[in-house]
Structures are given as C-alpha cells and as structure tokens.
C-alpha cells in the first residue's frame, strides 16, 4: 500500500465556487455522506499516476493532517492535465491531532511516513 497526500492552504481561491480553499474543501469533499474526489492537477498529477485502489489518500489543512481515506477510483483526465482521485468520505478517517504534513506536498508520500501515520491511526482507534 501507498501512502498519498492532498494539501489544501486555506486562504487560497477556490476553485468556481468564490470560497477559500479551506472552506470549500471541508464543505464540498470532506465533510460529505457519498463518494468524492479531489482533483490533482500538474506538476502534482504525474505523483497519483501510479496510485491503486485502497491505496490511502492523506488530507492536511493548512498543514494540520485531517485524516485519510481509501483510493476507490481514479480518473485520469489528461485533456485538462488533471487527475480525480475519488475516496468514500463516510468512510475517512480522523486523523490523530497533531500529525503535521510541513515537508511534504501534494504527491506520494515517503513509505516511512505514510506507515508512521498510519499505525498512528491505529494505536488511536
């Protein structure tokens, strides 16, 4: 298993939607009750490319890590240089406090780390 990280900065445009990044991430990918994704556009794009189904997806807001969710779909949209990485968010998962994502961007993740999150989440289940 993989381990893959979509950061979001807050105080950044929204994409079409006239919100901040923060806000619009919690309330139209997060904080949802069906299957969503997130849309990885390039130079990130070329990261999820090797990505599998129940690989996890790590989310971090303004750094803080959130929590994590299986990869249930990918859509490769490489007319729009952009790749959807679809998860079922009433399965996510909370995040411990206190896992930063300050070194890392949006992309895979180092196995180290990933592993280290996620006996985390373990331990705290």
């Known amino acids: 298993m993989r381990h893959y990280l979509f950061n979001v900065i807050s105080d950044v445009p929204a994409p079409a939607s006239g919100y901040d990044m923060g806000s619009w991430f919690r309330y ?36 803080m890590v959130i ?10 949209e490489l007319a729009q240089r952009k790749i959807e990485v679809w998860y079922d968010a009433q399965k996510r998962q909370l995040a411990p406090d206190g896992i930063r994502s300050d ?5 895979e993740l180092p196995g180290e780390v990933g592993e280290e ?8 289940r």
């Open 28 to 63: 139209y990918k997060w904080e949802v009750d069906d299957e969503a994704f997130v849309p990885i556009h390039e130079p990130a794009r070329k990261h999820f490319l090797g990505a599998c189904l129940g690989d996890l997806i790590w989310f971090s807001v303004d750094r």
């Open 67 to 76: 929590g994590c969710a299986e990869i249930t779909r990918l859509e490769d």
């Open 103 to 107: 070194l890392w961007k949006t992309g």
């Open 117 to 124: 999150w996620a006996g985390r989440l373990k331990r705290m």
